[in-house]
């Protein structure tokens, strides 16, 4: 598999200027630099008042790319929580599992390209 | 050498002790006395003494390690791969099969620059199945970036695995070494080895982790997959740590025969000086070839002889140096290359060493002892003597086929 | 004995930290890069994990990039077990000679291909010889990695390439190979199945199964859906994860010192009543969709045959608790 | 100091024990200091068939590995394997070192030989010493009646390092007494 991507942003250095035992990555969760986002058709939008913030998406991203923030939000109606998700939209994918398992449905998948 | 000398070395305290042992033996007590932390090891014929007296010094704590007695030799190349990305200093020994069975990590092992040292009890390989030893299996590790050496005796083993392990974790190199002797001839052969002090030992090859291993404190990932627009660079470090081996190699040589008052070069000459042909050897059959000579020279022929110490790197300057001058050189491999421009595997690398030089001495390539027919050393004079009534250009056509029958009963 | 284990009764006991970054190129929907994140969540930091080749390696690597977050070393297809026993070893073998002063949990995280088929040997020589090293088994049922080959994990009558739905050969043949058993029979400390669709279940077993590396090996099968390779659209992919255990196909057990215990959701599906139709996980998926009522019914009963083999055992072996 | 080589082979049956005969003479050789090479007629181990094994004790380096085919000393652990190997007559330089229980049985092969010969009743003395007709050992002692490079206590010494405590304690011991109850017959 090429990965077009990630050459794109990473200069090709020559053997004299990598790690000196070159083979290995010395730099861990590096991949992150890689935007995988650019892959999805589909976005999943979080409607953070219906959320429930029951970790369900979390939890089953494979990627991931569902952020758990410590970050207080107050619904319309008033509820308050200490967390708040949000897509990392740099990587997600767009798979859907998200969607499909939030049991209160919070989340909906909007076709990418289309207006915000 | 006499007797007042060996005192007098064992005097000077380098040496614990002088035993009488095979080479297989000898490969055991290099790696214990090298202090390894694991061995992972498959029994196969002929290596199968070596890897038991392993066993034998870690049961009676002799050598604090973990033994691992794999299920097949893949697995032992593979645990200790393993075993060495984590920061260990590892030890196996094979021979034939086993080697074969080991080639995909062979490659790995290189190739994730682990310092791995292994014996090899060299050996026919099947079919027909043959348990009995040539040079098959060695000359098959070529291009595998290993740092290949070939003893020819057993103290050669021992003093070479020591070597070894300096080589191997020197950071210019950071390459797997190989020491390979004769299956049987040598790995079944008693004969005596002067053992060398513990304190000696670890001075000369301290056990050295200036290379990244597996950590949890500072996490790599090692084996990587490397697309094209990344393999060739990190292929070209493997190359340019061979290259540079070849420097560490000669410096580990220096080093080693001033502190154990040796001699030992990458390439080593008998009777070269005046010579006008050299047979070339490596590996059990030097003292034969040697013999050969000294009967050579009571005829009046000019003959001289050179063993290679080292397969990879290639010595080529050191060997150019010694066969420059030569008439003809002939090397007696006891592996083959069927159908190759030149069918016997180390005579192709010094026909091709010289031809990178400049040089066109005749190169005559000589296959015996395959599966272990015995090289005499009444063999390798009469390929003296065919050589020296013959037109060296003849005998380069093709390769020479020498104790093979033709037909049965030839006397 | 085992030392006490913290387990996870809610997500929210699962730690936030990730050790295995996004950017990775698994497809969307990786069932293998879930059954990864989640075994790293449960496993902390201190550990080596060992991966041979196949989809996991090759998405979580590419040079210059690691996915990984922890050390990690991948050698070749056929002996992960092998390389995992080597650094087991290593590990030992330097905390004895005082170079090292840590406790690393050796962690092997495998495919099917890796563990069913090439990987084997070096599986079964690793259990044999009792190295303490966690084994995870991350089964999507074929090599994906290559494009859909068959392997032995593959089930009956799925397509593959290798073995298509033909007019005369109905995709694969033989029934899928029962790995667990396999393994069991090596009487090793611990082996329990897991669904990367219930996530608790799986967290749990991964730390009962660290804590008893100090005895021997332990493993851990994960049924980890592949949408392209199954044949269903990415959302699904927990949905049909679920709908495996929900079926009796692929049933959650472990094997706890030679006590086989059938956990829940599972031990209620004894009961044939209580399952969902297989009908409904098998057409949900492409790789069966030549398959006929009919062949559905032979792959029930092979369904109830398996898992009347697992309740004798859980009988035969102790009275079933949930694991606590 | 002159140098001095001695090249001996072993003439025994898979199980009789020449390969430990020669590596512990070997042995005794190279902890006095002076240089060895032992090595068997390699092959798989067969119990039973006729093997041999060879030594070169020498003050010299020993660097060649081909089958001696002249030696100045052969030991031969029965009376068949004169039959067996009958060039044993032909070829040895020096000594034949022979064991059979009458020395009968074998003169009538030997009287050709215009060597010396020690005779010994290997299979009694082991039999007597070691509760079993291993014959090496024994072997080893009628050897030292005419190789005086080494001494009965260098062998029977690397005799009791390689067997290890009680084993080679009951070695060393018939070592000597074989010594002592071996006979020069010529």
Not at chain 1, 106 to 115: F, H, L, R, S
Not at chain 3, 93 to 100: A, D, M, Q, R
Not at chain 4, 31 to 50: C, D, I, M, N
């Amino acid at each position: 598999m090429n990965n077009n991507e990630s050459l794109k942003n990473t200069r090709l250095l020559g053997w004299r200027e990598l790690h000196p035992i070159g083979s290995y990555v010395v730099e861990p969760m590096s991949t992150i630099k890689n935007t995988t986002g650019s892959w999805r058709t589909e976005r999943p939008v979080i409607d953070q008042d219906a959320c429930i913030r029951c970790r369900t998406c979390w939890m089953y991203c494979p990627e991931p790319a569902i952020l758990e923030l410590k970050k207080p939000y107050a619904t319309k109606a008033g509820k308050r929580y200490d967390l708040t998700y949000e897509i990392d939209y740099d990587h997600c994918k767009g798979c859907g599992i998200c969607a499909h398992e939030c049991p209160v449905k919070a989340i909906k998948m909007v076709p990418e390209g289309g207006e915000e | 050498m006499s007797l007042t000398v060996i005192k007098s070395r064992i005097g000077r305290e380098i040496i614990r002790d002088r035993v009488a042992i095979t080479s297989n033996y000898a490969a055991a007590y290099a790696a214990k006395d090298a202090e390894v932390d694991v061995v992972a090891a498959y029994p196969i014929t002929p290596q199968t003494p070596a890897v038991e007296k392993m066993a034998e010094f870690i049961a009676n704590g002799e050598l604090s390690a973990e033994y691992i007695p794999v299920e097949s030799e893949h697995s032992a190349l593979s645990a200790l791969i393993g075993a060495s990305a984590a920061g260990a200093r590892v030890f196996t020994a094979t021979s034939s099969q086993g080697l074969l069975y080991m080639f995909e990590l062979l490659y790995i092992a290189s190739g994730l620059r682990l310092p791995i040292v292994m014996g090899l009890a060299t050996r026919a390989v099947s079919a027909p199945i043959s348990i009995h030893g040539d040079y098959q299996d060695f000359a098959a590790t070529r291009d595998s970036g290993w740092v290949i050496m070939i003893a020819s005796s057993a103290q050669e083993v021992y003093d070479s695995i020591i070597m070894a392990y300096r080589i191997a974790e020197d950071n210019r190199v950071l390459l797997p070494v190989m020491v390979s002797y004769d299956g049987f001839l040598m790995s079944h052969t008693t004969e005596p080895v002067e053992l060398y002090d513990a304190d000696t030992i670890r001075g000369f090859a301290p056990k050295r982790l200036n290379r990244p291993i597996l950590d949890s404190s500072k996490p790599i990932t090692m084996g990587a997959m490397a697309v094209p627009e990344w393999y060739y660079e990190i292929k070209y470090q493997l190359i340019e740590a061979m290259h540079n081996s070849m420097g560490v190699i000669r410096e580990v040589h220096d080093a080693f025969n001033r502190t154990f008052s040796r001699n030992y070069r990458l390439v080593e000459g008998y009777m070269l000086d005046d010579a006008d042909y050299a047979v070339i050897a490596y590996g059990g059959i030097w003292g034969n070839v040697k013999r050969a000579v000294n009967e050579a020279r009571k005829r009046g022929i000019k003959a001289g002889a050179l063993r290679l110490r080292l397969f990879r790197p290639f010595p080529t300057d050191e060997l150019i140096e010694m066969i420059s001058d030569m008439k003809t050189v002939a090397v007696i491999d006891r592996a083959v290359s069927p159908g190759a421009a030149i069918e016997g595997p180390v005579a192709m690398e010094v026909a091709t060493a010289l031809h990178s030089r400049g040089l066109s001495t005749p190169v005559v390539s000589v296959v015996h002892g395959l599966g272990q027919r015995t090289v005499y050393s009444r063999d390798v004079a009469k390929l003296i003597k065919i050589i020296n009534d013959s037109q060296p250009w003849d005998l380069t056509k093709s390769t020479m086929y020498m104790g093979v029958r033709e037909y049965g009963n030839e006397g | 004995m085992a030392m006490k284990v913290k387990l996870a009764k809610s997500f929210f006991d699962i730690t936030r930290e990730e050790y295995l970054a996004p950017g990775h190129t698994a497809c969307p929907a990786c069932g293998a890069l879930l059954t990864a994140r989640l075994v790293l969540k449960a496993a902390g930091p201190d550990v080596i994990v060992v991966n041979p080749t196949g989809c996991l390696e090759v998405t979580t690597t590419i040079y210059p990039y690691t996915a990984w977050g922890v050390p990690y070393i991948h050698v070749a297809f056929e002996n992960a077990g092998a390389v995992a026993s080597g650094i087991e070893a290593a590990i030992k073998s330097l905390n004895k000679n005082g170079s090292l002063k840590r406790n690393t949990k050796v962690l092997v995280i495998a495919g099917d291909g890796g563990t069913y088929d090439i990987g084997l040997q070096a599986l079964s020589g690793m259990l044999e010889r009792g190295h303490g090293v966690l084994y995870v088994l991350y089964d999507n049922e074929a090599y994906m990695n290559t494009g859909i080959q068959r392997s032995g994990g593959t089930p009956k009558f799925a397509r593959t390439t290798t073995m298509p739905a033909g007019t005369v050969i109905r995709g694969k043949i033989e029934k899928k190979k029962d790995i667990m058993s396999i393994v069991m029979a090596h009487h090793i400390p611990y082996a329990a199945t897991a669904n990367v669709a219930f996530p608790i279940d799986l967290v749990n077993k991964v730390r009962k199964a660290l804590s008893y590396l100090n005895e021997g090996p332990a493993f851990i099968h994960v049924l980890a859906p592949c949408p392209p390779g199954w044949g269903f659209s990415d959302e699904k992919m927990i949905e049909i994860a679920r709908l495996a255990t929900e079926t009796g196909y692929f049933p959650l057990y472990e094997w706890d010192r030679d006590r086989l215990i059938i956990n829940p959701p599972s031990d209620m599906y004894m009961d044939k009543r209580l399952r969902k139709s297989l009908r409904e996980f098998v057409k949900a998926q492409s790789r069966w969709s030549h398959v006929t009522d009919e062949e559905i019914k032979g792959l029930e009963k092979d369904i109830d045959d398996f898992l009347n083999y697992l309740w004798r055992l859980s009988m035969g072996s102790g009275v079933p608790t949930p694991y606590a | 100091m002159e140098s001095e080589t001695y090249e001996i082979i072993f003439f025994g049956r898979g199980g009789q024990g020449a390969v430990t005969a020669a590596q512990i003479t070997a042995l005794a050789a190279v902890s006095k200091g002076l240089y060895a090479l032992a090595y068997p007629e390699f092959g798989p181990e067969r119990r039973g068939a006729p093997v041999r094994s060879y030594l070169v004790v020498s003050t010299e380096p020993v660097e060649a590995r081909e089958p001696i085919e002249e030696p100045n000393m052969s030991i031969v652990f029965g009376p068949d394997l004169l039959r067996v190997n009958p060039e044993i007559i032909r070829r040895t330089r020096d000594y034949i070192i022979i064991n059979a229980r009458r020395y009968e049985t074998v003169e009538p092969y030997l009287r050709i030989f215009k060597g010396g010969i020690i005779y010994i009743n290997a299979y009694d003395l082991s039999t007597k010493y070691l509760d079993k007709a291993i014959v090496n050992t024994a072997m080893l002692g009628a050897l030292l009646r005419v190789f005086d490079i080494l001494t009965v206590e260098d062998v029977a010494y690397a005799a009791s390092k390689f067997f290890g405590s009680k084993l080679g304690k009951l070695n060393a011991e018939l070592i000597r007494i074989a010594y002592n109850e071996s006979r020069v017959i010529k």
